[in-house]
């Protein structure tokens, strides 16, 4: 009889618990769709409390509660959730993810960071916790520890979208120093009877404003040779804004421009888009402006980008698009590159072709690349390309180039 009562009571009692969790699930699901679908935070906020009162340990509850008080600016009441769950399970993972996002939104980006060391010396290995820290060493211009952490968790998950784009803006800032040498050779089948050699030289200093290089190009084309020197700088604005500035002047006008310069602004949106807008100026015997944009999405191991040049001229306005696409097979330094374009780009070494007449000129391009580094701060880099080409009204003529690139970094 007495076995009949406690195996009755028991089953009750599982019963009720069962019963319980089935209604804390619930209520969490209502509480997921009222924040999400119904945009209502404070009805998730009393959903949520309701569902953890029988289960207070509920982590998933607690740290989804944390995050209402995040985004409802209850930042005191969200540390409260989150450090309940990693008091109590300190292997929690989305609990510190969740706090070191609190304090980094808020600005505090070294106690953030302290968050996610805690966070990892609890779950060695994290990636979630280890892309936040990559992301907190960038904030704080830490750049070399954050390029070696992107480096390695791009190694473990080569198709980690948000850890690619990162790499990229990380890896400009990641060593103060690069010299690069560069040279192209160009071929003309029809065009021009003696083929183009471009030379170039370039040093560039990171500083805490943003980079900043010099250059010095050699041409010599129509059987004639000049130099150009141009300054680029790369201010950094904000956490999403850098601009591109960029001036140049040559001793033999025709060779290269006399004069150019050029500026875009670049903004990191969210869900990895990046893009820009701005314009670029050359002057040969007439001053020329040309205006640009694009708009670019990492996604995965692979990078595309869609810009376009619009040149305005008395009688026209001349286009050209081209679309670029990078599939990346390691770091933010190791890709294989393809372009396909129409149009005359300003900022391709045949820009000496801009506006030769007032017709407006068509031609197609496709080019291949590949960049290469080997131990991490040697760059190697090649190009082959294919442009066929109108230069007079009704004639076209087909360009071959080949160019081969090192970088060091410093």
């Not at 820290?133 to 954050?146: G, H, I, P, T, V």
């Amino acid at each position: 009889m007495k076995f009949r009562i406690s195996l009755i009571t028991f089953l009750l009692l599982a019963c009720s618990i069962f019963t319980f969790a089935q209604s804390a699930d619930d209520l969490f699901s209502q509480a997921r769709k009222a924040a999400f679908e119904e945009s209502n935070y404070p009805k998730a906020i009393s959903l949520s409390r309701i569902a953890l009162q029988g289960s207070p340990d509920y982590a998933d509850i607690r740290v989804f509660l944390g995050r209402l008080y995040t985004w409802s600016k209850k930042t005191d009441s969200a540390r409260a959730e989150f450090n309940y769950i990693i008091d109590k399970q300190p292997t929690y993972e989305d609990a510190y993810v969740a706090l070191g996002n609190l304090e980094f939104w808020n600005e505090n980006t070294t106690k953030a960071l302290t968050v996610v060391n805690k966070g990892l010396k609890a779950v060695t290995n994290s990636e979630p916790l280890n892309l936040l820290k990559a992301k907190l060493l960038n904030d704080l211009k830490r750049w070399e520890e954050a390029d070696v952490l992107l480096a390695d968790i791009l190694k473990k998950n080569p198709g980690l979208t948000e850890a690619r784009s990162l790499a990229s803006r990380v890896k400009k800032n990641s060593a103060k120093n690069k010299v690069g040498v560069n040279y192209s050779f160009i071929y003309f089948d029809k065009q021009f009877a003696d083929p183009w050699h471009v030379a170039s030289i370039d040093y560039s200093r990171q500083t805490k404003y943003g980079s900043i290089a010099g250059r010095v190009n050699y041409a010599n084309r129509f059987n004639s040779s000049g130099l150009q020197f141009e300054i680029d700088a790369y201010p950094r604005i904000s956490n999403t804004f850098y601009a591109y500035v960029s001036g140049g002047y040559a001793t033999e006008a025709g060779v290269f421009p006399k004069y150019r310069a050029g500026f875009s602004l670049y903004a990191n949106l969210p869900n990895s888009f990046e893009a820009d807008a701005g314009f670029r100026y050359l002057r040969f015997g007439d001053n020329t402006f040309i205006y640009t944009a694009s708009i670019g999405k990492y996604y995965k191991n692979f990078w595309f980008n869609f810009r376009t040049y619009l040149t305005p001229s008395t009688s026209n306005v001349s286009q050209s698009f081209s679309l670029n696409t990078r599939y990346y097979f390691g770091g933010a330094d190791d890709y294989l590159s393809l372009s396909l374009g129409t149009g005359i780009s300003p900022d391709e070494q045949n820009n000496v072709l801009i506006n030769t007449t007032n017709y407006k000129l068509k031609s197609n391009s496709i080019s291949l690349g590949l960049r290469k580094s080997i131990k991490t701060f040697n760059i190697l880099t090649f190009n082959i390309g294919l442009e066929n080409q109108e230069y007079l009204k009704g004639v076209k003529g087909n360009q071959f180039d080949a160019s081969i690139g090192y970088i060091r970094r410093f």
